[in-house]
């Protein structure tokens, strides 16, 4: 089961991948970009092996910047962690595999998304994950209804309460309390996700990273060519600056990692290419 | 004492700012900058008053951005809160009152610097405070030799110990772990300093103040006119990004004013009008 879950994990890397660079074959002004990938190893804590992961980053005239990782580690969670983590208290190993996506696009009327699922196995065995959209000028509320109802087909075919719980979920997770604001237009959050079923788990999960590798590359082809000036671009890049400010402030997932060793790289490879504070 | 310490921070505040506005009418291209003063009241817990500040921010022509904040603000710190501030264990009032400088410069030549003196009370009664410089191009050591200089001087003046003391704190606190790297050149810091001579800890405050007032200018001046060039900018967005990580990943101010419902526009000041992650 873990190397089923690695093993989709990396062929939707790649299916991302390729779709993204298809849709920089079709943009305007400068060279169509191109992922190039850097592997990395996790620090073992005693010698051992421990994992690591693959970072794919793209740097395009449609793609600003768009980072895909995916990694698979493996260890022993340090005590004071161990505690906070279902399955984890009397056995602190623990393997988890995932992929990472965030999207920052040129055009300030292409939303930028973030989407990112992952399996973590202890004692226990759980999915995790959730997408999520981030208008940078105006929200479009054909945009908005578009990703909503691809995430909401994929959480229905699995079970009809899904999409209600995890939109929720994303609304509070995704939310600036210092500013009052939203991140964006939401879409799916969900974390420890284990139905007692494991293949039914699995296909949501696949679900999910499938529903966003159909609805973005929608999204970006209509926004991609749309024409802008100097204060759309201005407007986008302040709301950057928000975007920053949540994943340096509350990610659970970049504050961990930052603070406990992991590549600070990949981690933070979700920053925009530039950002604003005026 | 605590009026004198207040009118003290207003005092330096305008000292400051009218320094600032020396410096823009010196500067070149495009119209000088002035600070413009915005008022901002605490919202109180019960109704009561719970003090404010004033946030003064100037974009100019030399000072791309640059913050300078007073507040004084009282009330009853929260019961989880009042546990971990000296003096608050049985009596959680408290009144503090500071100034807060920081400065982002256009030149990348030019180094971006912050300044910070606070006077709290609670049972007990202390100063907190620091300088520090950053270099966004190249570090320049007559800048870093310039700036430690005046910081040592008006150190001595109140003790030989505190340099030495005060150096090695702001080279903890001003560090990235994740990068593995200083955020810049240092200065000084320092906290519940109440050696029992509230005079002298006073006025060791305002010589912090007035060291900044005196020698950052002095730095600006020599660097606001050198000419650069397009990856100077780029090379000094980068090193801003890395400003942005410490401010909300490590700043203690930060985290702390955010979380529990401070100003959020004051306490961002500090992030750089423009950064970039590429």
Redesign the interface.
Known sequence: MKERAQRWFEELRDRICAAFEAIEEEGRGGPAGRFERKAWKRPPEDGSDAGGGEMSIM?GRVFE?VGVNVSTVYGRFAPEFARTVPGAQEDPRFWASGISVVAHMRNPFAPAAHMNTRHIVTARSWFGGGADLTPTAAPDAQDTAAFHGALKAACDRSDPEYYRKFKQWCDEYFYL???GEARGAGGIFFDWLESGDWEKDFAFAQAVGMAFLDIYPQIIRRRMDMPFGEADRLKQ?ERR?RY??FN??YDRGT?FG??TG?N?EA??MS????????
Chains 1, 2 share one sequence.
């Open positions: 740097r910047k309390p210092h500013r890049l600056g920053v400010e340096l402030l504050q930052l603070k992991g600070a981690i933070l920053l925009p290419p530039e950002a604003r504070w005026p």
